[in-house]
């Protein structure tokens, strides 16, 4: 079955930097475009990045392009999200997703806190 399983969330001070990643199961992997989204308290989950199967196009949110690089690597089922000059309202839960067959699948998702 598809599973996906984020890491690398924590707590850090405005400006620093984290690496999340997803690491993905159960598909084949370097097929599927995949998701990075994120949900703050009190708001709509919402599109992060996105990057296609082979990793030759990748997509951001306005609110994220020059500071988050999204990145994969098809050899160990991974998808990666740097995150430099993070800001306070970076805060969120961060989910990476895949959608197979008119089916999203989501992880359980990491906490990035972000303090002032």
């Known amino acids: 079955q598809v599973q996906l399983v984020e890491s690398g969330g924590g707590l850090v001070q405005a400006g620093g930097s984290l690496r999340l990643s997803c690491a993905a199961s159960?598909?084949?992997?370097?097929?599927?475009?995949m998701c990075w989204y994120r949900q703050a308290p009190g708001k709509e989950r919402e599109l992060v990045a996105r990057?296609?199967?082979?990793?030759?196009?990748?997509y951001y949110a306005d609110s994220v392009k020059g500071r988050f690089t999204i990145s994969r690597d098809n050899t160990k089922n991974t998808v990666n999200l740097q995150m430099n000059s993070l800001k306070p309202e970076d805060t969120a839960v961060y989910y990476c997703?895949?959608?197979?067959?008119?089916?999203?699948?989501w992880g359980q998702g990491t906490q990035v806190t972000v303090s002032s």
């Open positions: 997703s895949v959608l197979i067959n008119g089916h999203a699948y």
């Open positions: 990057i296609t199967g082979s990793g030759d196009s990748t």
């Open positions: 159960g598909f084949t992997f370097s097929s599927y475009r």
